[in-house]
Antibody, heavy 122, light 111 residues
Framework: EVQLLESGGGVVPPGGSLRLSCGASGFTFGSYAMGWVRQAPGKGLEWVSSISGSGSDTYYADSVKGRFTMSKDISKNTLYLQLNSVRADDTALYYC???????????????WGQGTLVTVPS | FMLTQPPSVSESPGKTVTMSCTRSSGSIATNYVHWYQQRPGSSPATVIYEDNQRPSGVPDRFSGSIDSSSNSASLTISGLKTEDEGDYYCQSYDSSNQRMVFGGGTKLTVL
């Protein structure tokens, strides 16, 4: 059974930094692309970033490009999202998700974690 | 491109509801459309992938389709149950810009 467990959320001041982690189990971590999706309070889903199975390729939404960095440590079965220069509109529940298709032709997620909440006071 | 969904739909138990997802530019058939259900307080879960495929465990009351004439995808739920209430999101891959696109979501109320 696939399990994804996010951690690292909290309250961070504007301009500050935070690192989110996502521990993965139940599948061969290095064989699957992964992603982060966030959901602001009362709002819809917003894709944040994705990373290839090997970790060599990363992709970002325009809203976070240059501020957030995604990485994965295959030896630890852990996914990371480094948040820098955070803003009030980064406040959201951040979900870690596992790719469910052929990452090189289609992106979708087939498993999601429970999310970790990041709050940036305005 | 963007994906546009109606903010809300409502229907009675036992009835059938269809919700749409319209692609703003480019053909809806260019990239697969996937649908996620998010019940209140829960994480999203796939109900339809690759336009019309159901994951194991999703009842056949859920079906998906695409319509090139309206450049939209649709999610249909028949035999509505109160447990179907929640938010439904369509999603597609923008291969030209290597990004994932979500629709704004449709809130389903089963009254």
């Amino acid at each position: 059974e696939v399990q994804l467990l996010e951690s690292g959320g909290g309250v961070v001041p504007p301009g500050g930094s935070l690192r989110l982690s996502c521990g993965a189990s139940g599948f061969t971590f290095g064989s699957y692309a992964m992603g982060w999706v966030r959901q602001a309070p009362g709002k819809g889903l917003e894709w944040v970033s994705s990373i290839s199975g090997s970790g060599s390729d990363t992709y970002y939404a325009d809203s976070v490009k240059g501020r957030f960095t995604m990485s994965k440590d295959i030896s630890k079965n852990t996914l990371y999202l480094q948040l820098n220069s955070v803003r009030a509109d980064d406040t959201a529940l951040y979900y870690c998700a596992k790719d469910g298709g052929n990452f090189w032709t289609d992106w979708r997620f087939d498993s999601w974690g429970q999310g970790t909440l990041v709050t940036v006071p305005s | 491109f963007m994906l546009t969904q109606p903010p809300s739909v409502s229907e009675s138990p036992g009835k059938t509801v269809t919700m749409s997802c319209t692609r703003s530019s480019g053909s809806i058939a260019t990239n697969y459309v996937h649908w996620y259900q998010q019940r209140p307080g829960s994480s999203p879960a796939t109900v339809i992938y690759e336009d019309n495929q159901r994951p194991s465990g999703v009842p056949d009351r859920f079906s998906g389709s695409i319509d090139s004439s309206s450049n939209s995808a649709s999610l249909t739920i028949s035999g509505l149950k109160t447990e179907d209430e929640g938010d439904y999101y369509c999603q597609s891959y923008d291969s030209s810009n290597q990004r994932m696109v979500f629709g704004g979501g449709t809130k389903l109320t089963v009254l």
